[in-house]
């Protein structure tokens, strides 16, 4: 394993992380796979109502460790399973950057804090068939496993692409980082510009009477929403728009950063994982938006 030494503003020589980053390649890009693959599975369960297959946690049920040669039973251990996986490979992951990249922070923290998610993601499970699937619990234990896989996704691109290009992970790390940007813009208006378009027509009604005091200032304290402004299609169209544009927008940012930062001979080959990366995202969520 090499090392490279180099000299701290205080004069003194400190060693730089790894150059060779193969088993945190390894590792991230199994954590990547298992995660992709737990959600795919938490989809399954929703899809088929399995969430109670197993109506205890840890144990399948009160009795038994394993599931009973049942549908649901086993679908929703497949994902218990799956999650145990994930957990082991990310604690790996972790162990791998608190050993050999501890003088990274961008490289040990998102690790750690992966470790973090998981917990909370297989803490969560276990709170959710507590909770008998309550809405709110399942859209929390949702969440965090979209920030864990992004965070994974993340740094298994950034790691493949120090290997392509003979980098260090930190800085490509920061040097890529804004593509995220269009991705995180163009969920925001997936997700939430219909309820500015509707539900922010109370402000019509509210800018005559914004204290509930029977004024009305500008003849618009009677308004009421008009659901009709946007069809269902037309929602879901600007979804699809605002996510394929987003992830599009992300690759194109990439591209041009690694155009302006390595030969032309390995420029391209470094954004094979993220444009891989990219497409999984746009997948995942036409998906997410489809079955809402």
């Known amino acids: 394993m090499e090392r490279k030494s180099t000299i701290s503003p205080n004069g003194r020589a400190r060693r730089d992380a790894p150059t060779n980053h193969t088993r945190l ?11 992709f693959l737990l ?39 497949s994902h218990r399973l799956t999650a145990f996986l994930d957990v082991l490979l990310i604690g790996l992951l972790a162990a791998v950057a608190w050993r050999r990249y501890r003088g990274s922070p961008r490289i040990g923290r998102p690790a750690m804090a992966s470790v973090g998610l998981v917990f909370v993601q297989a803490a969560l499970g276990g709170i959710v068939v507590k909770g008998d699937l309550a809405a709110l619990l399942v859209t ?22 120090a290997a392509v290009s003979g980098a260090g992970w930190r800085p490509l790390a920061v040097r890529f980082v804004h593509s ?90 470094t954004q094979y994982a993220l444009l891989a990366v990219m497409v999984l995202f746009t997948v995942g969520g036409l998906l997410i938006q489809s079955g809402g």
């Open 25 to 35: 390649r390894g590792l991230a890009i199994a954590s990547m796979a298992t995660t």
């Open 180 to 269: 995220l940007v269009p991705i995180a813009f163009a969920y925001l208006v997936a997700h939430y510009f219909s309820l500015l378009l509707l539900e922010g027509q109370q402000g019509i009604a509210l800018a005559s009477d914004p204290f509930g005091t029977g004024w009305n200032l500008f003849g618009t304290a009677g308004w009421h929403i008009n659901y009709g402004l946007l069809s269902a299609f037309a929602v879901w169209y600007i979804q699809v728009a605002a996510i394929v544009g987003g992830h599009v927008g992300g690759v194109i940012l990439a591209h041009d950063r690694a155009i302006a930062s390595f030969p032309p001979a390995s420029a391209l080959r």
């Open 39 to 77: 959600v795919a599975i938490g989809g399954l369960v929703r899809a088929t109502n399995s969430g109670l297959g197993c109506s205890g946690w840890p144990k399948c049920t009160p009795g038994r460790w394993l599931p009973p040669l049942e549908y649901h039973a086993i679908i929703e251990y």
């Open 140 to 161: 929390a234990h949702f969440a965090t496993a979209m920030v864990l896989a992004v965070s994974i996704l993340y740094m298994a691109a950034m790691a493949v692409a």
